[in-house]
């Protein structure tokens, strides 16, 4: 009882499943991800000077994680964060967890 009133009540009450809010938009984003180019792109994260936060669902496949460990290590000074409890889509799946998580990156870089 009252759970709907809490904030997390509230906010669950927002999230959609899914991809975007219609047909169209899952359309769209299954396209997106087909022609995304996944070249490896090592010297450019490399050459990367602003804080960076890696993050991966600690549920995802180990080569998921793996991958993103990788290239965390190669991005200077980046952060890397598993979030427990959580797949692929980490905001909508563990939206608490995932924002205390992008709010302390923020935070410890001085960017809020």
Known sequence: PGFDEGD?????ATLRG????????SINA???IRAWDTRPRAAEMAAL????LVMVGANESQKT???SY??????PGSEFIMLKNT????????PVGWNAAVHGFLT?????
């Not at 990788?70 to 991005?75: C, D, F, K, P």
């Not at 692929?88 to 563990?94: L, Q």
């Open 8 to 12: 997390l009540g509230r906010l669950l």
């Open 30 to 32: 299954l396209r997106a």
């Open 108 to 112: 410890r870089h001085g960017l809020v």
């Open 65 to 67: 994680v793996t991958l």
């Open 87 to 94: 797949h692929h889509a980490a905001a909508r799946e563990n």
């Open 70 to 75: 990788e290239w965390h290590l190669g991005i």
């Open 18 to 25: 899914g991809l975007g809010n219609s047909t169209d938009d």
């Open 49 to 52: 000077s602003m804080p960076t």
